[in-house]
């Protein structure tokens, strides 16, 4: 069974300040796709990477950046110089390759707050 | 980008209305649509899962006479929740994929925010 786990319920940090976002998961599959999600106070799902197991290397979009670590089953989320527009709830989910569907398997979520 | 419309995005009713929602794939034939449901400061559950054409999987747990799910076409499936009460007053949120397999990433809709008096 798939498992995705993030320890950190909830993360306040200080404008300008890196923070990273753990995630860390667990499957049977060798074929597997990782996600991160970011939901803002209005609900909607917000799609941030989709990484397949395949691909380790690490990924950068402006702010963010992903560590994905195949031999610790993580796959981290850093936010730089964070703002308190990424103020939000952040997902990570799992998706097995081999399982028929693209069912996710979602995280509890951790709150990140973004003060001025 | 892959648009998925969801409708309408916020519900109140009196206790035992119906209340359906709908969820629309714009620019994509959606082989496959998933329900989830979301309670306040919790993590997305998966509700079930439909096939365009045959009929919705549930995950364990989940009443399907409560949530009748009808996936009628390719850019259409809804959710109605039956005879509905306060304790099934949560955020539903839809998602839909091209195809089957973790390749085709799913699309998430804005949700619906439902809420049973």
């Known amino acids: 069974a798939q498992k995705v786990t993030q320890a950190q319920t909830e993360i306040s940090v200080v404008e300008k300040e890196d923070v990273t976002l753990d995630c860390v998961y667990e499957t049977r599959d060798t074929t597997y796709y990782l996600f991160w999600y970011k939901q803002p106070p209005s609900g909607e799902l917000v799609f941030l990477i989709r990484r397949n197991s395949f691909d380790e290397q690490n990924e950068i979009s402006g702010r963010y950046s992903w560590n994905f670590q195949k031999s610790t089953s993580s796959f981290n989320f850093t936010i730089t110089a964070s703002q308190v527009v990424d103020s939000a709830v952040y997902f990570c989910?799992?998706?097995?390759?081999?399982?028929?569907?693209?069912?996710?398997?979602f995280g509890k979520g951790t709150m990140l707050l973004v003060s001025p | 980008g892959a648009v998925v419309s969801q409708h309408p995005s916020r519900v109140i009713c009196k206790s035992g209305t119906s209340v359906k929602i709908e969820c629309r794939s714009l620019d994509f034939q959606a082989t496959t649509m998933f329900w989830y449901r979301q309670f306040p400061k919790q993590s997305l559950m998966l509700m079930a899962t439909?096939?365009?054409?045959?009929?919705?999987?549930?995950e364990q747990g989940v009443e399907k006479d409560k949530f009748l799910i009808n996936h009628a076409s390719l850019t259409l499936s809804t959710l109605t929740v039956t005879s509905a009460h306060p304790e099934d007053s949560s955020f539903y949120i839809c998602?839909?994929?091209?195809?089957?397999?973790?390749?085709?990433?799913?699309?998430f809709g804005d949700g619906t925010r439902l809420s049973i008096l």
């Open positions: 439909s096939n365009e054409g045959s009929k919705a999987t549930y």
């Open positions: 998602s839909a994929s091209p195809g089957q397999g973790g390749r085709q990433p799913q699309h």
């Open positions: 989910a799992l998706s097995e390759g081999n399982s028929g569907y693209s069912t996710l398997t």
